[in-house]
């Protein structure tokens, strides 16, 4: 038998050019004459096609790299750098303030509005959560369950069921306040009117730095009265339910004598809206 051929090539490279490739395929999707082809059969050059420009566009972005390479390693080392930089700068905010500090006290000297200033600003250092308070208070631990989906029998709860959210901690931390706390520390960071809590993932995020669980609030404040403002919060109900259902921590612990550390942040506001 003689087969006869013909058709277009590829001038660059030498072999058969896509128009050839398709149009052979077309071919191949009439059926001849006494031949009843399945759908199936007939479906295959196309899914070889379909596979073939998957392969090549894979193999094109690859450019002879691992697609799936593990760039944990590469996260990890550029959070540490990150870090480092802003503890970096957090140092020399720190020696910047304590100049500008030094120079407006020798400034204040002989300087009577300047003296006036700073004498009113130190009067409200205090209520701003400026300088470090002792007394009694209350301590509240937030952890989540050790538990996991599979260890229950029926009814197994989703994996945001076990862990501690960010509802939660504002949720103790607003409870507290109503309570009459007087000043208030998460994880040892200070917490002023400025100060917002955010959850990325099971890790909280405050004032710039990542904590994981479990969480801890330490509020002073007279701790009967917090207590109570603790058992009436929504929030912290549905929290306390949620530790008898899926094994989440909770204590609650009275500090008969607490300090609580000042806040050596940032002041710098983005945006403010005066009080009605």
């Not at 960010?166 to 998460?186: K, R, S």
Request: aromatic share 4%; glycine share 8%.
């Amino acid at each position: 038998m003689v087969i006869q051929g013909g058709g277009d090539v590829d001038n660059a490279a030498g072999g058969p050019s896509w128009r050839l490739v398709l149009r052979r395929v077309a071919r191949g999707l009439k059926p001849r004459r006494g031949d009843r082809r399945s759908v199936w059969s007939a479906g295959v050059p196309l899914i070889a096609l379909a596979a073939g420009l998957l392969f090549t566009t894979s193999a094109t972005t690859a450019d002879g790299t691992a697609l799936r390479d593990d760039r944990r390693p590469q996260l990890a080392q550029l959070i540490t750098e990150k870090r480092e930089r802003f503890a970096q700068h957090e140092e020399e905010s720190a020696e910047l303030l304590a100049e500008v500090d030094e120079e407006t006290a020798r400034l204040a000297e002989v300087d009577q509005p300047v003296r006036a200033a700073r004498e009113s600003a130190a009067a409200m250092r205090e209520p701003a959560g400026f300088t470090a308070l002792q007394g009694p208070g209350l301590s509240v631990t937030l952890n989540d369950s050790p538990r996991r989906g599979t260890d229950f029998a029926e009814n197994a709860p989703d994996n945001d069921d076990l862990v501690v959210h960010q509802g939660d901690v504002q949720a103790v931390v607003n409870a507290l306040w109503a309570g009459g706390a007087e000043a208030m520390t998460i994880m040892d960071i200070r917490v002023i009117s400025t100060s917002a809590v955010r959850c990325v993932g099971n890790t909280l995020l405050l004032h710039g730095q990542v904590f994981s669980p479990p969480f801890r609030i330490t509020a002073i404040g007279e701790p009967t009265s917090m207590r109570h403002a603790l058992e009436s919060a929504e929030g912290v109900r549905q929290f306390r339910e949620a530790v008898a259902d899926f094994g989440l921590g909770y204590t609650e612990k009275v500090e008969k004598n607490v300090r609580v550390q000042a806040y050596d942040g940032s002041t710098d506001l983005r945006s403010a809206q005066a009080a009605q």
